[in-house]
């Protein structure tokens, strides 16, 4: 079983940055992938960006390509999702989810998930 924790969100003035961390733990493989998706209320959840533990290829959404990095540290155990020029349109509670298997996109592909971290941004 692997444990996944969110930190790192809180409110931001647009243009702002905000660094969000995910800490897993359990046993985990490198290959895992590693995505973070976000959700507004009364939207559904969303992808925003993933890479595999071990550190590689990074994909990210159009909506904050160019803005969010996503990063990995396979020793620690910790996926990090740098977001700088924050819009209030990136306003929602913000998921780390890990994939066993493959390389989705979809919430629907991944296995393990956080309980979300709150990112506010304000006009």
């Known amino acids: 079983q692997v444990q996944l924790g969110e930190s790192g969100g809180g409110l931001v003035q647009a243009g702002g940055s905000l660094r969000l961390s995910c800490a897993a733990s359990?046993?985990?493989?490198?290959?895992?992938?590693m995505g973070w998706f976000r959700q507004a209320p009364g939207k559904e959840r969303e992808f925003v960006a993933k890479?595999?533990?071990?550190?590689?290829?990074?994909y990210y959404a159009d909506s904050v390509k160019g803005r969010f990095t996503v990063s990995a540290d396979n020793a620690k155990k910790t996926v990090y999702l740098q977001m700088n020029s924050l819009k209030p349109e990136d306003t929602a509670v913000y998921y780390c989810?890990?994939?066993?298997?493959?390389?989705?996109?979809?919430?629907?592909?991944?296995?393990?998930w956080g309980q979300g971290t709150q990112v506010t941004v304000s006009s």
């Open positions: 989810a890990a994939d066993r298997h493959g390389w989705g996109s979809s919430p629907s592909e991944y296995d393990y």
């Open positions: 359990g046993r985990t493989f490198s290959t895992y992938m």
């Open positions: 890479t595999r533990l071990g550190g590689g290829s990074t």
